[in-house]
């Protein structure tokens, strides 16, 4: 696709349940990122994929939070036994690379996360 | 740790009038700075992308500076027009390579209103 793409863009859980959040980076983009943005915070880092390994997976806040990556494309961010606080926007992007020419990051429109 | 601050939280300006948002960051040992927009409801688009060793980027009405020894920059818009009203966040990267090397630390952002 032309952008980077997430669904699903709002999902309303209950407390405890599971979720799956899709990503679907930009064509041929190596490096993926999960960020989270709650409600008057800054945006916030979870995890940074190069191809299907996760160098950095510094910014997930608990052992409940987990991804993967295949095919060195889509990636999906899992959240387990959901909790209030993890409502946020959970926002992908994804750059040709980390570092030099072509590192500029392109963000997903983000899926919109209410746990109740 | 790096911080990025962001002065004003928020401004409103009449149509036509040029404006400066300010963008400073504690750590000046970045790889590169990068000015975004959030429109409500949406994720970030990339303005403007300058990388440590340089001084300057312009996109049409669009002029972001960096000072780096200073932990500064702004994005300077001209002629401002309704349809630039949102959210503008700065975002640095770390200099160093290595775990924590691909993640950026964003301010919160200054919301621009533009009044017809």
């Known amino acids: 696709g032309a952008g980077v793409s997430q669904s699903p863009s709002n999902k309303v859980t209950e407390k405890g349940k599971d979720v799956e959040l899709r990503c679907d980076p930009i064509?041929?983009?190596?490096?993926l990122y999960w960020y989270r943005q709650s409600l008057g915070q800054g945006l916030e880092f979870l995890i940074y994929?190069?191809?299907?390994?996760?160098?950095?997976k510094s910014g997930l806040p608990s052992d409940r939070f987990s991804a993967e990556r295949t095919g060195g494309s889509v990636s999906t961010l899992t959240i387990q036994r959901t909790q209030q606080e993890d409502s946020a926007v959970y926002l992908c992007?994804?750059?040709?690379?980390?570092?030099?020419?072509?590192?500029?990051?392109?963000f997903g429109e983000g899926s919109w996360l209410t746990v109740v | 740790k790096q911080e990025v601050t962001q002065i004003p939280a928020a401004l409103s300006v009449p149509e036509g009038e040029n404006l400066v948002l300010n963008c400073s960051f504690t750590?000046?040992?970045?790889?590169?700075l990068q000015w975004f927009r959030q429109d409500p409801g949406k994720g970030l688009t990339s303005l403007l992308l300058?990388?440590?060793?340089?001084r300057e980027q312009t996109s049409g009405r669009l002029n972001a500076s960096l000072d780096k020894s200073s932990g500064r920059s702004t994005l300077y818009i001209a002629a401002s027009q309704p349809g630039d009203s949102a959210t503008y966040l700065c975002?640095?990267?770390?200099?160093?390579?290595?775990?924590?090397?691909?993640?950026?630390?964003f301010g919160k952002g200054t919301k621009l209103s533009v009044i017809p």
């Open positions: 300058i990388q440590s060793s340089q």
């Open positions: 994929f190069q191809g299907n390994s996760a160098p950095d």
């Open positions: 750590d000046s040992a970045i790889y590169n």
């Open positions: 992007a994804s750059s040709l690379a980390p570092r030099g020419p072509g590192n500029t990051i392109y």
């Open positions: 975002a640095v990267s770390p200099s160093y390579s290595g775990a924590g090397s691909y993640q950026l630390t």
């Open positions: 064509s041929g983009h190596t490096a």
